[in-house]
T-cell receptor, first 113, second 107 residues
Framework: QVQLVQSGAEVMEPGASVKVSCKASGYIFTNYYLQWVRQAPGQGLEWMGWINPNSGATKYAQKFQGRVTMTRDTSISTVYMEFRNLRFTDTATYYCARGPSQWGQGTLIAVSS | DIQMTQSPSSLSASVGDRVTITCRAS??????VAWYQQKPGKAPKLLVYGASTLGGGVPSRFSGSGSGTEHTLTISSLQPEDFATYYC?????????FGQGTKVEIK
């Protein structure tokens, strides 16, 4: 069955960078875009961008342009989301998703000094 | 980007009530709509995709309908475990967008 397994929670200082991984299994990795969505505490769901695992092409929400980079390693069916210059307001749970019915378990990134 | 305007933002209802939540898209999105239920501290749970197809294991009291720009989630008879926040989601474009959420509270 389709599975997306994300890396574990992290506590980061303001200004730091974090890299979250999302390992896919149960399907042909290069056949489906992977999306990243985040949710701040008590807030709604916010789309961050996508990566095409086949070509490596990406599209980012304008809000995150310049701070986020999505990459992939096809040899291990894994996508990465690197988020730079973290702010307190970036504290959130970050999800990868293949489609509406296939989401990772979420990765909590807490930005704290 | 496609905007998803979800209403109401919150509602109070009693067990057994029929509840309807609506999402209006800023442009036609065919049937590329999903609905999720989320409880505190948990990941969103898929209820409906393709506008009207129930996700696996989802009780039949949940239903989705709509096409074009207007989409609706209905709970036919609210149960105690249904008190949660609900989100609509359009995946018509690869730039996903979500409704703001509807918090369903106990009356």
């Amino acid at each position: 069955q389709v599975q997306l397994v994300q890396s574990g929670a992290e506590v980061m200082e303001p200004g730091a960078s974090v890299k979250v991984s999302c390992k896919a299994s149960g399907y042909i990795f290069t056949n489906y875009y992977l999306q990243w969505v985040r949710q701040a505490p008590g807030q709604g769901l916010e789309w961050m961008g996508w990566i095409n695992p086949n070509s490596g092409a990406t599209k980012y929400a304008q809000k995150f342009q310049g701070r986020v980079t999505m990459t992939r390693d096809t040899s291990i069916s894994t996508v990465y989301m690197e988020f730079r210059n973290l702010r307190f307001t970036d504290t959130a749970t970050y999800y990868c998703a293949r489609g509406p019915s296939q989401w990772g378990q979420g990765t909590l990134i807490a930005v704290s000094s | 980007d496609i905007q998803m305007t979800q209403s109401p933002s919150s509602l109070s209802a009693s067990v057994g009530d029929r509840v309807t939540i609506t999402c209006r898209a800023s442009q036609a999105i065919s049937d590329s709509v999903a609905w999720y239920q989320q409880k505190p501290g948990k990941a969103p749970k898929l209820l409906v995709y393709g506008a009207s197809t129930l996700g696996g294991g989802v009780p039949s009291r949940f239903s989705g309908s709509g096409s074009g720009t207007e989409h609706t989630l209905t709970i036919s008879s609210l149960q105690p475990e249904d008190f949660a926040t609900y989100y609509c989601h359009q995946y018509y474009t690869t730039a996903w967008t979500f409704g703001q959420g509807t918090k369903v509270e106990i009356k």
